[in-house]
């Protein structure tokens, strides 16, 4: 298997079992068109061989601005739902993909920016970031999956808040809502040291997090325990985790602690 080749604003560094893909147009605030969206689809529909974990950041001050409006053209409303379905796509692609992510958030995450990152497993904030939706303020409404993902995030009441009103949400504010999981200074460094440990977690685990349990959570409860018994007896059983649990046992790895 080869690396998909990716388009000019997309950029990938490979560090061990860890890649980092970049969003590479800081001259548009790393605004999403088509070429870049369908870039996203491709790399994570076919990541490449041996990698564990990714890292998606951004080049320069801003991890995305949302859709570049200036590629926004006169749509049929066929075209634009067909527009729609295919960031849907793509960003399934990301969510329901093999590998964890851990997006780093800086500047502007706006619109698209913000469908995107909501997309990731993992988001990791820096001082800098904040958060819109302004599409009510533009006649528009979102198409790239927000209204799915962010209520999940923080609710529809805030979303609703942040459409009608044109609320921007700074880094803590934001963090506070639920929009990241962590807020730090140094968000690629801290990024990274999270991917390290989920890219050394057993490969069944990280399978169950990325598969199982957003469709446990989704499940009647009745389905849902079924559904998790069954992927627990199936991790437990793995090489890996008897591994992992002798070394425990034997007192080779660390208790859990502060």
Do not use: C
């Amino acid at each position: 298997m080869t690396t998909p080749l990716l388009p000019p604003s997309l950029r990938l560094e490979l560090r061990d079992d860890i890649a980092v893909l970049w969003l590479a147009r800081p001259e548009k605030r790393n605004a999403l068109d088509d070429a870049t969206v369908l870039g996203l689809e491709t790399f994570f529909g076919s990541p490449p061989p041996g990698v564990k974990a990714v890292v998606l950041d951004a080049v320069g001050d801003h991890f995305s601005a949302g859709l570049d409006l200036s590629e926004l053209t006169e749509r049929d409303a066929f075209e634009g739902l067909e527009h729609s379905m295919m960031w849907h796509r793509a960003f399934e692609r990301l969510e329901r993909g093999r590998v964890p992510v851990v997006a780093v958030l800086k500047g502007a995450v706006v619109g698209g920016g913000l469908e995107l990152a909501a997309a990731a497993h993992i988001r990791v904030a820096e001082p800098s970031a904040f958060y819109a939706l302004p599409e009510g303020q533009r006649g528009l409404f979102v198409g790239g999956g927000a209204s799915v993902r962010v209520p999940r995030l923080i609710g529809a009441h805030r979303m609703a808040d942040m459409m009608l009103t044109g609320r921007v949400l700074d880094a803590d504010e934001g963090h506070a809502a639920g929009l990241s999981h962590y807020r730090v200074d140094n968000g690629l460094e801290h990024a990274l040291g999270l991917a390290r440990k989920i890219a050394d977690n057993s490969p069944i685990t990280n399978f169950a997090v990325l598969q199982a349990l957003p469709r446990i959570a989704e499940a009647n409860p009745a389905e849902g325990y079924l559904m998790e018994a069954l992927m627990a007896a199936v991790a437990s059983g793995s090489a890996e985790a008897k591994e992992k649990m002798q070394a425990f046992l034997e007192k080779r790895a660390g208790k859990v602690g502060r």
